[in-house]
């Protein structure tokens, strides 16, 4: 009799347990919710910064023993197979959208060219590209040219999140963006989304202010002096910092945690090989990629192998790309010959996949220009753990997935992005244009080509189309 009270008491114990923890969880859920409404409702504006001294947690780099980082070989010639998106989605929606600032001869861009111009030089491009960015109601599209803007699903603008007050020009027969820059003037540096909340970054007259703002109300919960480096919303009131530089000649941290008053949570120091760029110009074919995987901003750092999930508290690598002997070392990336050597150019994960732009040598115009340059498109299929290469190749402005889901048009690459379970990308008219001008176009199946066709006749310049697949 005695074990039968025992017994009882031990489940009684247990059960009161799990339901004190089921009450901390909620309680927490609770508090943190009521944590963001005050959040939201603040609007509060800072002048100064004042940081409290230290670092919260110190810098882990740390493997899920559950969830080992998977290892994908691009070295080697990978079995060709066609990635049909049609494997992974079903449905398709299209969101048109008209820019606000169309009345004053302003467009999206698509494949733009552009200059910058200084007191004494400039520089110029190609391949600007408004960007598009999913929450589950919204959508905001812009560039750091002319602002960005806050659209509904039905294609409704709503509100602008920021805009220059003097606007760049805008040349739409030559599809060509010119700003006239001065320290005195006012710079859109762009901004980070996550779900409702959005980090825009600027500068005007040399003052650099970050503004966090809520979608839902529409309101700015906190304004206050910008900070260095490139930086993305971890969280509604946390942010990172990239810091990497590859001609940086000291071992200096490449990422930091912020909360958005400022206090350093954590910081995470470059282990990349060191170099030494001495005088005269150099090249930079990388750049450190970010991007969101379910709850998870994930990073890979330019010249690292590894991708990482990032915390406030660690970095957790989930994949390895191993470029074996077609690895540029730091050295070699900014100084040396590049021939042959590998150089990662756009990543994007779904549940399903980790698709991956990669080139040999360096794309820049002279090498596309002589054929040097080439691309390659591959997928990591995850549930098959392998990798594979499509058959196809081409410059990524023109490079399309193939999408046979009925009444859809062949996904841009270069556009392309994922928002949860969603695989979205986006259009101007002139990118349409190209797409129909391309030596791919005569194979997409009749259907497609017409409704490119139909898609592009309907359109205006002024407008940019989103396709949505889920």
Known sequence: MKTKYVAILLLYLIATACKNNRQTLGDKAEEQQVNLTELYASEEVLDTIVP???????EQRKIDPQNPPKVINLETVAEAREL???????EVEYIKLKHPLSEKGIAFLGNSSYEVLYDQGGMMGDGANSRVYLTEDKLIAGDNFFGYHCFDFQGNYTHTLIAKKELPDFDLKNNKASLHWSPE??????????DDNCLIMSTNNRKSTFVFHHLGTRKNYLSRPGSPG???LLSPDTYVADMYRAISTGREPMLYCFDIKGDTLSKFINYNPLADVGRGSYTNPESTIFYRHGKYLTMRQAYNDTIFRVTAEKLIP?????SGSKKPDVQTALKGDKKGKIFISKLLETDDFLFITHTEDYDCRNNRNSGAVRFFYSYFDKKAAKRYALPRSGFPEVFTLTNSIDGTIPVSISNASVYKNKFYSSYTKRQLSEIISSDAFAAFP????AKLQSLHSEMTDFELLVMILK
């Open 52 to 58: 409290n001294p230290g670092v919260k947690y110190p």
């Open 84 to 90: 049909d998106l049609a494997q992974y989605y079903a």
């Open 185 to 194: 003037g006012e710079t859109i540096h762009g901004i980070s989304v996550l």
């Open 230 to 232: 490139s930086v993305l």
């Open 318 to 322: 989930v994949y390895v790309l191993s």
């Open 446 to 449: 009749a259907a497609q080509r």
